[in-house]
């Protein structure tokens, strides 16, 4: 059978060795790509709890600047049913972004103290490992960030 120039007959056809050789090398290259493609997962998933966390420090200081009065448990419980409407945990989508609870991976704890009008804002990721702490005081605020100190 011929095409053109080409006579298919004479092409050489791939053995099972040749395509064992190629399978091989292509897991060869997925295998020293793959931990430089996990570092950078977790890096992005670090870095939307951080954009997450400042939305909330946003969305906290503006709420204690409408109502100088309302306590620091009302105004984190507020905030925190508004926001988990909208914010997904990066590692767990069935989990809430924002818990009162013991820390869980991936999602931000969130404590208060109603005396010292002072919330604190802590996040795990799945090895846990502590990625991000805010503590909220108007009108400062201060926050640690693991991933800060490494990227630098």
Do not use: W
Request: hydrophobic share 40%; proline share 3%.
């Amino acid at each position: 059978m011929k095409l053109g120039n080409i006579d298919f007959c004479k092409i050489k056809k791939i053995t099972l060795i040749e395509i064992i050789v190629l399978s091989l090398l292509f897991i060869a290259i997925g295998i020293y790509y793959s931990p430089h493609f996990i570092t950078k997962q977790d890096v992005l998933k670090a870095a939307k709890i951080k954009s997450d966390n400042a939305i909330y420090t946003a969305r906290v200081l503006e709420e204690f600047a409408k109502n100088k009065n309302e306590k620091a448990s009302t105004v984190a419980k507020k905030v925190s049913e508004k926001l988990n409407q909208i914010a997904k945990n990066p590692y767990d989508k069935k989990a809430p972004a924002y818990t009162f609870e013991s820390e869980c991976k991936g999602c931000t704890c969130v404590s208060y103290d109603d005396n010292a009008q002072m919330i604190v804002l802590t996040t795990f990721n799945k090895k846990n490992e502590l990625i991000l702490r805010t503590v909220i005081k108007p009108p400062s605020f201060v926050v640690y960030s693991k991933f800060d100190k490494e990227n630098k």
